[in-house]
């Protein structure tokens, strides 16, 4: 009898929960469940007992286990339930020409897909989005048709890179018939496995189920104790019944060493080495382990084997019968031979060249002070999992560091902790690891000083502690004798940019006017200039601030890219000012650079803003499909991040999409979790974030005064800037000319009228609009049409499809309906164009009641493709690359890639030939 093999009893409400899980997937529906008890609870037994549910129905199920003596490897749970099926299965999976890289990403966390593995050209958190959702898609394949069911057990012991991807799942349910069940113990399982899904606690037996279990052999009085001493949890009942009729142990975890001390010498050791080996373990590294010769090894399994202590497993590798097992085997070493026995498996695994990360597990517990090599593995390890599994790179860092002696480049080593810290979310842990480089650091080493403290106030403001990280670069700046000195400038434009944030223009002026324009650093000169247009126009120097767009434009256009990668926070302050002065095509093509120079830098710190921005001008440009993604990304890194800051940064855009896209429920939620989150209250975001909220509740009919008065407060705190205010002037005159209240509307459309620039003609075409919603009739018309002309030299299609609406409206509203189609139309194709759901439909309703019979539009193509995926999957029909796709719709290579992958999902194909196949099969 063993946890597998044994009769199941009780249970009948697990069970239940686990039939209706499988239901649900045979019915083609995604579900996350969770079983979770102490150990010995008997959920082994029942994720078995799940497994032969699923075969009745015809549904797969792949198993994996994390392992308690192997928690830092990345994914291992993953790679243990998925590896030997990928290796089966290779030719059914993403090749080299599968969109976003999936096959690369992939090839990172799976070795059977090894082979396709290419370096890959993001090593920031994006990476690791984008992998998670690789993940995904590739479990959403494995499940179609039939279904498929994955068991991840004693995920306590999961790796930080499992969790995240187990909540990124929680959150993006793939539209499969996947079924995935987690099994933890509460008490050691990390905050961040609270996910959705259900959640199924397993207890103990009743007395009278754990003597339905032991079976009738066993007398009435040996249950009674056999219960005693186990507490009713099933394994260690079953590990007690083993033993011979006496004195039972003294708890019930004693059991297990009873079991052990039964063994004979050799299998004894080999079992210690076995554990120490590794939770799948090959005969020959317990023979390295125990120090035996291989023969002796195999007898001893034979023993451990038929005492059901060890199971045989795939490819001639073998495995305990439970991960108590093996505690138990491990702690029955001595310390000493533990350590012995881990130095064996490291130079062996040395010999056959493995893979860093596989030393590494032995090498931190075996390695001695002052160990060079050892430190070597654990840096190389480090390193070889950072882009994918930052958090178990810390840890191995934090390894080495543990055995370096103090030398330069320990230095070097905690900088590098500290960014990998960052990027996993763990500011905490990062910023006094930052600190603790700027105490080591020399007093008069001012150039390597001024980057620590640059870091650490870039830290600060992830951990929404702005005032820290101004603290910490006024304190280093006044310790450099001479303020002019190069070493003084990247404290002070890091200080430039907190002074944005605040809203404080002047200061953030005044410390511009103190740096030096002819810097010998040409990356600090073109740094310096990137952030002289948005202090000039934060200031409402328009003219001035238009100069200094052009001044830095010219400067970057002489400065190599090499020169630019340290400064790339100052080039996300140049591209949003070049939003807010109109400079959009400009803006776009630099985002999309320095985007891409940041993901290939691992800056991930700077890209959430990077890509807010991003998402913020797709919106004003009228490409919402492709702004919608860039703020999902930038939300999603802010998760990884755990950082406050950064997520109301992405939720403030996501609100506006959502908004513009006819979510309206989805903005005001988004808007609102920003807005009351309590970060970056007095700050740029959270003004960002209530100028969403306002501006959704204001698109669906309902206009908040307190929301209202919010938005003004933040504009005449200068922490809204006037392209934001400009907008939701034009706003308010709609919503309350919708709400038949004209005076309220022409107070905010006079004050639209007040806000024009002559400088940005823009700036003219969204006050003539904000005009025409308070006026009527034949002004209303001209107005309305004068706006759109405007607005669509400006490239804002969406607001120019906006003018030509109203300009139909008041047409009809006017009885001339036939004058209004022409508008109405082109408004309806616009709207359609930009994914501008909300506002096509609106389109519809007034043509039709401007008379024209209208046809009730799909909202997707074929299969569920997008428009833009539609055209997308044609031009990869008709032999267009990727590139060559964006360079035709003047889209980047990224969201290309994106909406391929979409498209890949819906269409059930996974390589370019497979959806030409598709789509010739549909016409």
Same mark, same amino acid.
């Given at each position: 009898?063993?946890?597998?093999?044994?009769?199941?009893?009780?249970?009948?409400?697990?069970?239940?929960?686990? +039939?209706?899980?499988?239901?649900?997937?045979?019915?083609?529906?995604?579900?996350?469940?969770?079983?979770?008890?102490?150990?010995?609870?008997?959920?082994?037994?029942?994720?078995?007992?799940?497994? +032969?549910?699923?075969?009745?129905?015809?549904?797969?199920?792949?198993?994996?286990?994390?392992?308690?003596?192997?928690?830092?490897?990345?994914?291992?749970?993953?790679?243990?339930?998925?590896?030997?099926?990928?290796?089966?299965?290779?030719?059914?999976?993403?090749?080299?020409?599968?969109?976003?890289?999936?096959?690369?990403?992939?090839?990172?966390?799976?070795?059977?897909?090894?082979?396709?593995?290419?370096?890959?050209?993001?090593?920031?958190?994006?990476?690791?989005?984008?992998?998670?959702?690789?993940?995904?898609?590739?479990?959403?394949?494995?499940?179609?048709?039939?279904?498929?069911?994955?068991?991840?057990?004693?995920?306590?012991?999961?790796?930080?890179?499992?969790?995240?991807?187990?909540?990124?799942?929680?959150?993006?349910?793939?539209?499969?018939?996947?079924?995935?069940?987690?099994?933890?113990?509460?008490?050691?399982?990390?905050?961040?496995?609270?996910?959705?899904?259900?959640?199924?606690?397993?207890?103990?037996?009743?007395?009278?189920?754990?003597?339905?279990?032991?079976?009738?052999?066993?007398?009435?009085?040996?249950?009674?104790?056999? %219960?005693?001493?186990?507490?009713? %949890?099933? &394994?260690?009942?079953?590990?007690?019944?083993?033993?011979?009729?006496?004195?039972?142990?003294?708890?019930?975890?004693?059991?297990?060493?009873?079991?052990?001390?039964?063994?004979?010498?050799?299998?004894?050791?080999?079992?210690?080495?076995?554990?120490?080996?590794?939770?799948? &373990?090959?005969?020959?590294?317990?023979?390295?382990?125990?120090?035996?010769?291989?023969?002796?090894?195999?007898?001893?399994?034979?023993?451990?084997?038929?005492?059901?202590?060890?199971?045989?497993?795939?490819?001639?590798?073998?495995?305990?019968?439970?991960?108590?097992?093996?505690?138990?085997? %491990?702690?029955?070493?001595?310390?000493?031979?533990?350590?012995?026995?881990?130095?064996?498996?490291?130079?062996?695994?040395?010999?056959?060249?493995?893979?860093?990360?596989?030393?590494?597990?032995?090498?931190?517990?075996?390695?001695?002070?002052?160990?060079?090599?050892?430190?070597?593995?654990?840096?190389?390890?480090?390193?070889?999992?950072?882009?994918?599994?930052?958090?178990?790179?810390?840890?191995?860092?934090?390894?080495?560091?543990?055995?370096?002696?103090?030398?330069?480049?320990?230095?070097?080593?905690?900088?590098?902790?500290?960014?990998?810290?960052?990027?996993?979310?763990?500011?905490?842990?990062?910023?006094?690891?930052? %600190?603790?480089?700027?105490?080591?650091?020399?007093?008069?080493?001012?150039?390597?000083?001024?980057?620590?403290?640059? &870091?650490?106030?870039?830290?600060?403001?992830?951990?929404?502690?702005?005032?820290?990280?101004?603290?910490?670069?006024?304190?280093?700046?006044?310790?450099?004798?001479?303020?002019?000195?190069?070493?003084?400038?990247?404290?002070?434009?890091?200080?430039?940019?907190?002074?944005?944030?605040?809203?404080?223009?002047?200061?953030?002026?005044?410390?511009?006017?103190?740096?030096?324009?002819?810097?010998?650093?040409?990356?600090?000169?073109?740094?310096?200039?990137?952030?002289?247009?948005?202090?000039?126009?934060?200031?409402?120097?328009?003219?001035?601030?238009?100069?200094?767009?052009?001044?830095?434009?010219?400067?970057?256009?002489?400065?190599?890219?090499?020169?630019?990668?340290?400064?790339?926070?100052?080039?996300? #302050?140049?591209?949003?000012?070049?939003? #807010?002065?109109?400079?959009?095509?400009?803006?776009?093509?630099?985002?999309?650079?320095?985007?891409?120079?940041?993901?290939?830098?691992?800056?991930? &710190?700077?890209?959430?803003?990077?890509?807010?921005?991003?998402?913020?001008?797709?919106?004003?440009?009228?490409?919402?499909?492709?702004?919608?993604?860039?703020?999902?990304?930038?939300?999603?890194?802010?998760?990884?991040?755990?950082?406050?800051?950064?997520?109301?940064?992405?939720?403030?855009?996501?609100?506006?999409?959502?908004?513009?896209?006819?979510?309206?429920?989805?903005?005001?939620?988004?808007?609102?979790?920003?807005?009351?989150?309590?970060?970056?209250?007095?700050? #740029?975001?959270?003004?960002?974030?209530?100028?969403?909220?306002?501006?959704?509740?204001?698109?669906?009919?309902?206009?908040?005064?307190?929301?209202?008065?919010?938005?003004?407060?933040?504009?005449?705190?200068?922490?809204?800037?006037?392209?934001?205010?400009?907008?939701?002037?034009?706003?308010?005159?709609?919503?309350?000319?919708?709400?038949?209240?004209?005076?309220?509307?022409?107070? #905010?459309?006079?004050?639209?009228?007040?806000?024009?620039?002559?400088?940005?003609?823009?700036?003219?075409?969204?006050?003539?609009?904000?005009?025409?919603?308070?006026?009527?009739?034949?002004?209303?018309?001209?107005?309305?049409?004068?706006?759109?002309?405007?607005?669509?030299?400006?490239?804002?299609?969406?607001?120019?499809?906006?003018?030509?609406?109203?300009?139909?409206?008041?047409?009809?509203?006017?009885?001339?309906?036939?004058?209004?189609?022409?508008?109405?139309?082109?408004?309806?194709?616009?709207?359609?164009?930009?994914?501008?759901?909300?506002?096509?439909?609106?389109?519809?309703?007034?043509?039709?009641?401007?008379?024209?019979?209208?046809?009730?539009?799909?909202?997707?193509?074929?299969?569920?493709?997008?428009?833009?995926?539609?055209?997308?999957?044609?031009?990869?029909?008709?032999?267009?690359?990727?590139?060559?796709?964006?360079?035709?719709?003047?889209?980047?290579?990224?969201?290309?890639?994106?909406?391929?992958?979409?498209?890949?999902?819906?269409?059930?194909?996974?390589?370019?030939?497979?959806?030409?196949?598709?789509?010739?099969?549909?016409?």
């Amino acid at each position: 009898m063993n946890d597998h093999s044994a009769p199941l009893v009780g249970r009948r409400d697990v069970l239940n929960d686990l +039939r209706g899980s499988l239901d649900a997937i045979v019915s083609g529906e995604f579900r996350l469940l969770a079983l979770v008890g102490e150990p010995g609870a008997g959920k082994t037994r029942l994720l078995a007992e799940l497994e +032969r549910l699923a075969t009745e129905r015809g549904c797969r199920t792949l198993w994996g286990r994390a392992a308690e003596f192997e928690q830092v490897m990345p994914f291992s749970a993953l790679v243990d339930a998925l590896d030997g099926h990928l290796e089966e299965t290779r030719h059914e999976h993403p090749g080299p020409d599968a969109p976003g890289h999936d096959a690369q990403l992939l090839a990172s966390v799976f070795p059977a897909l090894g082979a396709t593995a290419e370096p890959s050209d993001d090593v920031s958190a994006l990476a690791r989005y984008r992998l998670y959702r690789a993940v995904a898609q590739l479990l959403a394949r494995i499940a179609r048709p039939g279904g498929l069911v994955l068991v991840l057990d004693d995920v306590h012991w999961a790796d930080d890179a499992t969790v995240e991807f187990l909540d990124h799942v929680s959150r993006h349910s793939p539209k499969a018939p996947l079924l995935v069940v987690v099994a933890y113990r509460p008490k050691q399982a990390p905050p961040r496995l609270a996910l959705g899904g259900a959640r199924v606690t397993i207890g103990p037996l009743s007395e009278d189920e754990a003597g339905e279990l032991l079976g009738p052999n066993v007398t009435r009085s040996r249950k009674k104790a056999l %219960y005693d001493a186990s507490e009713g %949890y099933p &394994f260690y009942l079953q590990a007690l019944a083993r033993i011979e009729a006496g004195d039972l142990p003294g708890s019930k975890t004693d059991a297990l060493a009873l079991e052990l001390r039964d063994l004979s010498g050799h299998a004894l050791i080999v079992a210690q080495g076995a554990a120490v080996a590794a939770d799948e &373990f090959e005969a020959g590294l317990a023979a390295v382990a125990a120090k035996v010769p291989l023969a002796t090894a195999l007898d001893a399994l034979d023993e451990l084997v038929d005492r059901d202590l060890v199971r045989p497993g795939a490819g001639g590798r073998f495995r305990f019968r439970h991960p108590l097992v093996r505690q138990a085997a %491990y702690e029955s070493a001595k310390a000493g031979w533990r350590l012995s026995a881990h130095r064996r498996i490291a130079e062996r695994l040395a010999e056959v060249d493995a893979p860093a990360p596989l030393r590494a597990v032995h090498v931190e517990r075996s390695a001695a002070f002052g160990d060079r090599d050892a430190v070597d593995v654990l840096v190389t390890a480090a390193r070889q999992v950072a882009t994918t599994a930052p958090a178990t790179s810390a840890h191995w860092l934090q390894a080495a560091l543990g055995l370096l002696p103090d030398t330069t480049d320990r230095l070097d080593l905690l900088l590098e902790l500290a960014r990998n810290q960052t990027v996993s979310g763990r500011l905490t842990e990062a910023r006094n690891t930052a %600190y603790e480089v700027l105490r080591l650091l020399p007093r008069d080493d001012y150039a390597r000083r001024a980057q620590a403290a640059r &870091f650490c106030a870039l830290v600060e403001r992830l951990l929404d502690r702005p005032g820290e990280g101004r603290a910490v670069l006024v304190s280093e700046l006044r310790e450099i004798p001479e303020p002019r000195l190069p070493a003084a400038l990247p404290m002070r434009l890091r200080l430039v940019a907190e002074s944005l944030m605040r809203g404080d223009h002047r200061a953030g002026q005044a410390v511009l006017d103190f740096m030096p324009d002819d810097s010998d650093d040409p990356g600090l000169r073109l740094a310096i200039a990137m952030l002289r247009p948005m202090t000039a126009y934060a200031g409402h120097r328009v003219e001035e601030a238009l100069g200094h767009i052009a001044a830095a434009q010219e400067l970057a256009e002489a400065t190599p890219e090499i020169h630019q990668l340290a400064w790339m926070d100052t080039v996300a #302050w140049m591209c949003w000012s070049e939003i #807010w002065l109109g400079r959009h095509r400009p803006a776009l093509a630099r985002f999309e650079r320095a985007i891409a120079a940041v993901k290939a830098t691992g800056q991930t &710190f700077i890209l959430t803003n990077m890509l807010a921005g991003l998402a913020r001008l797709n919106g004003v440009l009228g490409r919402i499909p492709e702004g919608q993604i860039a703020a999902e990304e930038s939300a999603e890194i802010a998760l990884l991040l755990n950082s406050g800051y950064a997520r109301v940064v992405a939720m403030a855009q996501q609100s506006l999409l959502a908004g513009a896209a006819g979510d309206d429920e989805d903005a005001i939620r988004l808007g609102h979790e920003a807005a009351t989150s309590g970060v970056s209250v007095s700050e #740029w975001p959270g003004a960002q974030a209530r100028f969403a909220y306002a501006t959704a509740l204001a698109n669906s009919g309902r206009i908040d005064e307190e929301a209202v008065a919010a938005v003004e407060e933040d504009f005449a705190g200068d922490r809204l800037e006037e392209f934001s205010m400009l907008a939701f002037c034009e706003t308010m005159a709609c919503a309350h000319a919708a709400r038949n209240e004209p005076k309220e509307s022409v107070a #905010w459309a006079e004050r639209a009228a007040a806000m024009v620039r002559p400088e940005l003609e823009l700036t003219d075409g969204l006050a003539r609009l904000a005009r025409a919603h308070a006026t009527v009739g034949a002004e209303a018309e001209e107005l309305a049409l004068t706006a759109a002309e405007i607005l669509t030299r400006a490239g804002h299609r969406l607001d120019a499809g906006r003018a030509l609406l109203r300009a139909g409206v008041a047409c009809v509203d006017g009885g001339r309906k036939r004058a209004a189609l022409p508008h109405l139309e082109a408004a309806h194709e616009i709207f359609t164009a930009c994914g501008a759901r909300g506002m096509a439909a609106a389109a519809v309703r007034e043509q039709r009641r401007a008379g024209k019979r209208v046809a009730a539009a799909r909202a997707t193509g074929a299969h569920g493709l997008t428009g833009r995926e539609l055209e997308i999957a044609r031009l990869v029909a008709e032999g267009c690359s990727n590139q060559q796709i964006a360079t035709r719709l003047h889209i980047s290579v990224r969201t290309v890639e994106t909406h391929l992958t979409r498209a890949f999902e819906k269409l059930g194909v996974t390589s370019r030939g497979g959806m030409t196949a598709a789509l010739g099969q549909l016409g």
